[in-house]
């Protein structure tokens, strides 16, 4: 079955400093990957997403991730945060259910906070 | 995309009651989806809704706990049934417009159960 494991429950950065967020996938076949952002008390946006197209993904907001088949990770980065970048980020990948329908398995999510 | 609407944004019930939320989609969907999201914590999916068909429950869900229903391909309700306070959560709808590969998310509804 596939799993997600994201790194870091909580990761604090400075506003204009590099954003990385782990995110680690398991798979038994090739994967669809997601990174979706929540901000306080709204529900869950497409930041991007993998369908086995280009392996470095730009999505909104100026974050980008790549995918690295060896390492089975979809690492979500941004160069420079911004106040606005606070917010719960959450990783998934693809999977079929038990109606032979695609659903999407869910990392923990990481806790993006961005000091002055 | 899609635009989805959730009715209610917010409730706060009484125990041994019921609730029904409403997800709406401007646009004609086959997959919907059902989540919960308990505070702090990530998303549980609670059963995706095909419309014609019964919904199909992930393990540890029941339909007599949260019977959902999908009269077309723009609505959907999912009902928490005699509630607890372990019901307070996050429910949140989501749909599938790219045959599989892309879910969209509504507001959520916020249920606090005492």
């Known amino acids: 079955a596939q799993s997600v494991t994201q790194l870091g429950s909580h990761v604090s950065v400075s506003e204009g400093a590099l954003v990385l967020l782990r995110c680690n996938y398991s798979?038994?076949?090739?994967?669809?990957l997601f990174w979706y952002v929540q901000y306080p008390n709204q529900g869950l946006q497409l930041l991007l997403k993998?369908?086995?197209?280009a392996t470095l993904v730009k999505g909104i907001n100026g974050f980008e991730a790549e995918f690295k088949k060896s390492e089975t990770s979809f690492h979500l980065t941004k160069p420079s945060a911004h106040m606005s970048d606070a917010a719960e980020y959450f990783c998934a990948v693809s999977d079929i259910n038990a109606g032979n329908n695609r659903k999407l398995i869910w990392g923990l999510g990481t806790s993006l906070a961005v000091n002055p | 995309s899609a635009v989805i609407s959730q009715k209610p944004s917010r409730d706060i019930c009484q125990r041994g009651t019921s609730l029904t939320i409403q997800c709406q989609v401007d646009?004609?969907?086959?997959?919907m989806f059902w989540y919960r999201q308990q505070p702090g914590q990530s998303l549980t999916l609670i059963a995706t809704?095909?419309?014609?068909?019964?919904?199909?429950?992930e393990s540890g869900f029941v339909i007599d706990k949260f019977p959902i229903s999908r009269p077309n391909l723009t609505f959907s309700t999912l009902t928490v049934s005699n509630m607890s306070p372990e019901d307070s959560s996050i429910y949140l709808c989501?749909?599938?417009?790219?045959?599989?590969?892309?879910?969209?998310f509504g507001p959520g509804t916020r249920l606090l159960v005492l």
């Open positions: 798979s038994s076949v090739p994967p669809y």
């Open positions: 993998y369908t086995s197209a």
């Open positions: 809704a095909n419309q014609g068909s019964e919904a199909t429950y």
């Open positions: 646009s004609q969907v086959t997959m």
């Open positions: 989501s749909v599938d417009i790219q045959g599989g590969e892309t879910q969209y």
